[in-house]
């Protein structure tokens, strides 16, 4: 499996991620600002067994996808350096629902969703702002997309961006301090160091995923982290 990470998450979260498959550091440069240059989800949208990347997501990101034989497809509109043009692939997708401020949407995948139902929200950077238990429950640090998924009949918990690490900003969003590998939900940090710490671990629990933290330190947005196989 092919294991996407920010390269300036901190190292032992790196380290222990290894055990799960390929650990690649992600990082691109001179596409976006600073703070978001090795965060996945601004390049790939995961769709269940496929991937939407940029095409200009760095070709030795691409040769990676296809030597682990991940299927993908690129999207039309490359990423760009300012607003609305980085949160093109910014979706969450379930079996059931695409999530995503539609107007920014990449077509192909837009294309690549089709059959499910598409759920407006307000905020271009959902997968950052989002994290997907299950096609019910759901974890956000936005109340516009909090407010969008309660309107569809989800239950959404949200929670607070405070003490969650951005580099360059003043705290970071929940979706892009964590990844979902079978049943097991994977924080680059540790919830005890966060405000709605308890209660985030109680609302997971209620679903049946099991918790890892990778290292004993505040969350780390780095864009969330991508198992891809």
């Not at 380290?15 to 001179?30: A, I, R, S």
């Not at 949160?87 to 059931?96: I, K, L, V």
Request: aromatic letters at 8%.
């Amino acid at each position: 499996m092919l294991i996407l990470v920010d390269k300036r998450a901190p190292e032992i979260a790196r380290n222990n991620l290894e055990e799960y498959g390929e650990v690649v550091e992600f990082y691109t440069e001179e596409l976006v600002y600073e703070a978001i240059a090795g965060h996945p989800d601004i390049f790939i949208t995961q769709i269940e067994n496929l991937v939407v990347i940029s095409p200009n997501l760095p070709d030795k990101f691409k040769i990676l996808i296809n030597k682990h034989k991940v299927n993908s497809v690129e999207g039309e509109l490359p990423i760009g350096n300012k607003y609305p043009e980085t949160a093109r692939y910014n979706a969450a997708s379930t079996d059931q629902y695409i999530i995503h401020n539609l107007a920014i949407s990449d077509i192909q995948l837009l294309k690549a969703s089709q059959g499910k139902t598409s759920i407006q929200v307000p905020q271009g950077y959902t997968r950052c702002n989002l994290v997907v238990l299950n096609e019910n429950k759901m974890i956000t640090t936005d109340k516009g997309i909090q407010k969008a998924l309660i309107s569809a009949g989800m239950d959404v918990m949200l929670v607070r961006s405070e003490g969650i690490l951005l580099p360059g900003f003043s705290y970071g969003f929940i979706g892009g301090t964590c990844g979902i590998v079978e049943n097991k939900i994977l924080f680059l940090g540790s919830l005890k160091h966060h405000i709605d710490g308890n209660a985030i671990e109680a609302f997971i629990r209620k679903t049946g995923f099991e918790i890892l933290e990778l290292y004993d330190g505040p969350l780390f947005d780095g864009g969330g982290i991508f198992f891809l196989r």
